[in-house]
């Protein structure tokens, strides 16, 4: 350790800097780290008061009341519902004021509210190589491969101890030697819809676990696309990072390590088995999208389906309070709006607290979402997002 860490952990920083480096030094123990690497920001899961109950958002509290300010920069995941509208997402007020207090102790923090999964799309966009503490496995998954940052799936805990520490524990996927692929995945499917690119990252996870996959054959994927692939991945499987030839920053130095890889094919067929695990017969369902949370493209695309419609309230559409002004701007949220849809903010279709909102039945394109809400008891139908809308293909 260099002497400004250890005056750190002697308390010289104050009390809660002290215990959260303790608890970095702790995990490099476990993971047989070198030494602390300083980070250059920060990006906290765990914010949705579902999921932190009483129990979490006291420790926050305990840790803003302790003295933990961020000292890089910092930003949050999405809450359990939108700050302002949550009213009209009929989430209870028990909960909402839990919510705020989880936000209120973060704010206190320094860390920055935009409440999103997509800090990328929020301005929050860290270098290539750069050393990182991020967390969310879709924006872990995101930033390692297609930024070419680094980071390990980090948790809400560890993140808030390198904001407020600037430091991470050098291990896992911060080295040059576990940043190479352990297998090749052939793509023959078409990838014509940011659905199919979903259901690829759905597929190629539960085959690969947690190993780091070699896509060839990905075509041009969109940004949109790019970020749905890794969702879908993070969640059936545990990839924090994935390489695709002639579309993100190291594939080509990842060539000369290729040779002698378990291959993998990914064919139509296999598509198609993923939408019909997660496909069944609904009656009324909520058509959902936004998981990721929705670039401005997206939602440009969503207003521009559903003119002259209405959907009665039953199309909620997810993004972040950054992309929604400028969307807003656009006309794009007017539009949708006129169309008996909802755009929401700081949340989305799995952190809310959607028993107590009474879903029963949600349609999606993202195999991220379709995945948690099977597993919450949900019925689900897949489809890409002009099926969902009823448009023509
Ligand atoms: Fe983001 Fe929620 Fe999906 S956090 S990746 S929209 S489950």
């Known amino acids: 350790m260099t002497r400004e860490e250890e005056a750190m952990l002697g308390g010289e920083e104050g009390p809660a800097a002290a215990k959260l480096l303790e608890l970095l030094v702790a995990l490099g123990e476990v993971f047989g780290a070198e030494r602390l690497v300083p980070v250059e920001s920060a990006h906290i899961s765990g914010v949705s008061y579902k999921n932190l109950g009483e129990a979490g958002l006291g420790w926050l509290v305990e840790q803003a009341d302790l003295g933990a300010r961020a000292r890089i920069r910092a930003t949050l995941n999405p809450a359990g519902m939108d700050m302002e509208?949550?009213?009209e997402m009929g989430v209870p007020e028990e909960f909402a004021e839990g919510q705020r207090r989880v936000l209120a102790a973060f704010e206190r923090m320094g860390v920055e509210p935009t409440c999103t999964c997509t800090p990328y799309l929020a301005g929050h966009v860290p270098g290539f190589g750069s050393?990182?503490?991020?967390?969310?496995?879709?924006?872990?998954?995101f930033s390692n491969s297609v930024i070419g940052a680094r980071t390990n799936r980090e948790s809400g805990p560890t993140t808030i101890a390198s904001a407020v520490t600037g430091l991470a524990a050098l291990y896992g996927f911060r080295l040059d030697e576990n940043?190479?692929?352990?297998?090749v995945v052939e793509v023959e499917a078409d990838l014509d819809t940011v659905m199919a690119y979903s259901a690829l990252g759905y597929v190629t996870g539960k085959r690969l676990g947690t190993t780091v996959p070699y896509f060839k054959g990905l075509g041009?994927?969109?940004l949109e696309a790019k970020k749905a692939l890794g969702a879908a991945c993070a969640t059936s499987g545990g990839i924090a990072l994935w390489h695709g030839e002639g579309v993100t920053p190291e594939a080509e130095a990842m060539k000369g390590h290729l040779a002698g890889l378990e291959r993998l094919t990914v064919t139509a067929g296999d598509v198609e088995e993923a939408v019909a695990r997660f496909t069944g017969p609904l009656d009324d369902p909520i058509i959902a999208l936004g998981?990721?949370?929705?670039s401005l493209e997206e939602l440009g695309e969503i207003a521009g389906l559903v003119g002259g419609r209405n959907f009665g309230g039953?199309?909620?559409?997810?993004?972040?309070?950054s992309v929604y002004s400028r969307a807003e701007e656009a006309g794009h949220v007017g539009a949708i709006r006129a169309a008996g849809?909802?755009?929401f903010r700081d949340t989305c279709m799995v952190v809310a607290p959607l028993k107590e909102m009474g879903w029963t039945e949600v349609a999606t394109n993202s195999f991220k979402a379709g995945h948690y809400m099977t597993s919450m008891g949900m019925r689900t139908r897949m489809g890409t997002i002009r099926e969902l809308l009823g448009a023509r293909q």
């Open 85 to 87: 509208f949550w009213r």
């Open 131 to 141: 050393q990182i503490a991020w967390a969310e496995s879709s924006a872990v998954c």
């Open 179 to 183: 940043r190479r692929p352990g297998a």
């Open 220 to 222: 041009s994927p969109s």
């Open 291 to 294: 998981c990721p949370h929705s």
């Open 314 to 321: 039953r199309l909620w559409v997810f993004t972040s309070r």
């Open 341 to 343: 849809g909802r755009v």
